[in-house]
Each structure stands twice: as structure tokens, then as C-alpha cells.
């Protein structure tokens, strides 16, 4: 066989296994979301969790891993801000397995916009697939009540004043028409 030939046959054949390979280890798509926009500390919320196996074959999706990045703390003998989802089912090719997890935003100091990183460990040979999500956190002003109330008494106050400035006024207002009215007859 002449040698262009041989080359020619031989990128052929690595550009087929390589694209078959690729189609078989190809990771799954996967989409999360939150059921709100932002969140106050101590709030509860709700991840929502899609795992889409696009492959050609059946993918045994293990479990699904939950960092919330920021929130991780050593409390009460234990670690919090993680949470695992025990899985264990395979998932058909077009196949979707979903799962909803309720979370809590801390109402201590960990209490921020965090990063969540979600590990999915599969049959496929590869490493974890790894997906991240981001929960934002709205932080109340820390003197809001005392504001709020300085603008009620400034509000009570400026309508006060205004009485106080309108009463004059009409009463002077009203005697330079009953003077005039006294004066034409």
C-alpha cells in the first residue's frame, strides 16, 4: 500500500475513534436554578436540580454533591453548608433526573452571596462532573428600622410645620377681608 494511502487511511481512522470516544465520555447536561432572585439571611429557599443525560447510552448517576461555598462552618460536631443527594438510578439515554433540595441561608456571619458547586458522580470515565450555581444574598442595612423611623418623625414633623405655617396665614387671610368688606359699606 503506497504510504500517502496508508496516512490518509490512518487520519481516517483516528478522527472516527476519536469522534466516537468523545460521544460515549461526553458529560451529561445538567441545569440548576433557585426559586428566588436573592435571599435574607435566615430565609429558605429552594434549589432546583436537572441532570440530562444526552449520551447515546444509559449513565448511573450515583450522587450529587451540594457545596454552598461561603456557608461551610464546623457547628455543633458537625459540617454544615454541604448536603449530599443519595441517587443510585440509571438514567436512560434523553433521560432526566430532577431534584429539588431545600436549603437556609445562615443568619450569622456567613450569611453572604455564595457559590454553589454541584459534584455529579456517574458511571462515565471521567472525573466528577462539577456544575455551579450562584445564591445571592441581600443584606439589610444594619441601622434600617432606626432610619426608617427617623423618616416617619421628619415626615410628622414637616406636616406639623406646615399646619402651624398654614393657620396664621389663613387667619391673616381672613381678617384683611373682613376689613375690607367693613371698610366699602
Do not use: H
Request: aromatic residues 10%; contains cysteine; charged residues 15%.
Amino acid at each position: 500500500m503506497d504510504s500517502k494511502k496508508l496516512v490518509l487511511v490512518a487520519a481516517v481512522a483516528m478522527l472516527v475513534i476519536t469522534t466516537r470516544a468523545y460521544s460515549q465520555t461526553a458529560p451529561p447536561m445538567i441545569a440548576t436554578w433557585t426559586d428566588k432572585i436573592d435571599y435574607s439571611p435566615g430565609e429558605t429557599g429552594t434549589l432546583y436540580v436537572r441532570f440530562y443525560n444526552d449520551r447515546a447510552g444509559d449513565v448511573e448517576l450515583n450522587r450529587i454533591t451540594i457545596v454552598f461555598e461561603s456557608w461551610r462552618a464546623y457547628l455543633n460536631g458537625q459540617w454544615e453548608g454541604n448536603q449530599t443527594i443519595e441517587v443510585n438510578q440509571t438514567i436512560a439515554s434523553s433521560g432526566i433526573y430532577q431534584a429539588d433540595t431545600k436549603f437556609t441561608v445562615p443568619s450569622d456571619g456567613r450569611a453572604k452571596t455564595t457559590s454553589v458547586d454541584l459534584f455529579f458522580e456517574t458511571d462515565i470515565p471521567s472525573s466528577p462532573t462539577i456544575w455551579s450555581q450562584t445564591v445571592f444574598v441581600t443584606q439589610t442595612p444594619r441601622y434600617n428600622e432606626q432610619v426608617t423611623v427617623l423618616l416617619t418623625v421628619i415626615t410628622i414633623l414637616l406636616v406639623a410645620c406646615t399646619v402651624i405655617v398654614a393657620i396664621p396665614l389663613f387667619i391673616i387671610g381672613r381678617r384683611i377681608r373682613t376689613m375690607s368688606s367693613g371698610k366699602a359699606s
